[in-house]
């Protein structure tokens, strides 16, 4: 066989490998659109990744801002018995701290597709 062919067909299992492993990490986080995200709010942990400014200018309520930056070190202020919803501006970030909170045995997380870049339902803001 010749060399180009063998990196060649490395190469592609290898991209195989870490698609399949994307897909596996994030099998159990359901990503959810804008009406099934509104319609368990009020029984859910409602998670704001954005910075503090960003929130601060708008914000889905009932939400708690705990930025990406420091979410590794505030997680363990979650619960594991109650379903944990994330967003953040695009969706990004939540599929980050979902995989952080996946590792960590939390199970029933969900996140807000496409962000609230999105959101069409009422925000609260301070800077109003």
């Given at each position: 066989m010749d060399t180009w062919l063998i990196?060649?067909?490395?190469?592609i299992v290898v991209i195989?490998?870490?698609?399949?492993n994307g897909y596996l990490n994030m099998r159990?986080?359901?990503?959810?659109?804008?009406?099934?995200?509104?319609?368990?709010?009020r029984k859910v942990q409602l998670?704001?990744?954005?910075?503090?400014?960003?929130y601060e200018h708008g914000h889905i309520m009932g939400a708690r801002n705990i930025p990406m930056m420091n979410f590794s070190m505030k997680l363990q202020s979650l619960?594991?018995?109650?379903?944990?919803?994330l967003y953040?501006?695009?969706?990004?970030?939540?599929?980050?701290?979902?995989?952080?909170?996946?590792?960590?045995?939390?199970?029933?997380?969900y996140m807000l597709k496409n962000g609230i870049s999105?959101?069409?339902?009422?925000?609260?803001?301070?800077t109003k």
């Open positions: 990196i060649l067909l490395v190469s195989l490998l870490l698609v399949l159990n986080v359901k990503s959810l659109s804008e009406e099934e995200f509104k319609k368990d709010l998670v704001d990744l954005r910075e503090k400014e960003k619960r594991k018995d109650t379903p944990i919803y953040d501006q695009t969706g990004r970030l939540s599929i980050r701290a979902a995989k952080m909170l996946k590792k960590k045995g939390y199970t029933d997380v999105k959101w069409t339902g009422k925000i609260k803001s301070k």
